[in-house]
């Protein structure tokens, strides 16, 4: 698994940053997130090209190109990447329907794994 910033992402969104990069993976699974994608061969002005621009779609549709793909949903990892961008807690809460509380934990056990780390 690959870390995003802090959080492992699942297995799927690990190998599809491995491919098109962090921030790929992370816009596909809060548009896609539960759901199944067909990623084009002929990325150019596709839907997926609009959302993640055309070297992350070109790097897909070399990889998968023609294929759909299964996009998990990953919440803690994008409660992380919502929070990058400037979100607060509860409005994180509300976008990933989770409680506010299950937000806090999530942030609370990265500070603490961070801490540990600083005093090993």
């Known amino acids: 698994m690959t870390t995003a ?6 297995a799927a969104l690990a190998n599809i940053a491995e491919i098109a990069g962090r921030e790929a ?8 997130g539960g759901s199944r994608v067909y990623i084009p061969k002929k990325y150019l002005g ?4 609009q959302l993640l621009g055309n070297e992350s779609a070109r790097a897909l549709a070399k990889h998968y190109g023609g294929e ?3 996009i998990p949903i990953g919440k803690k990892a994008l409660a ?30 990265r500070m603490d794994s961070l801490q540990l780390k600083l005093f090993a």
Do not use: C, M, N
């Open 46 to 49: 596709s839907d997926i090209a």
């Open 80 to 109: 992380f990447w919502l929070a990058e961008q400037g979100q607060a807690v509860e409005e994180i809460a509300r976008t990933l329907r989770v409680d506010r509380t299950t937000v806090h934990r999530w942030f609370s056990r």
């Open 68 to 70: 759909s793909i299964s």
């Open 5 to 10: 910033q802090g959080t492992a992402l699942p």
């Open 25 to 32: 993976a992370l816009r596909l699974a809060f548009k896609y």
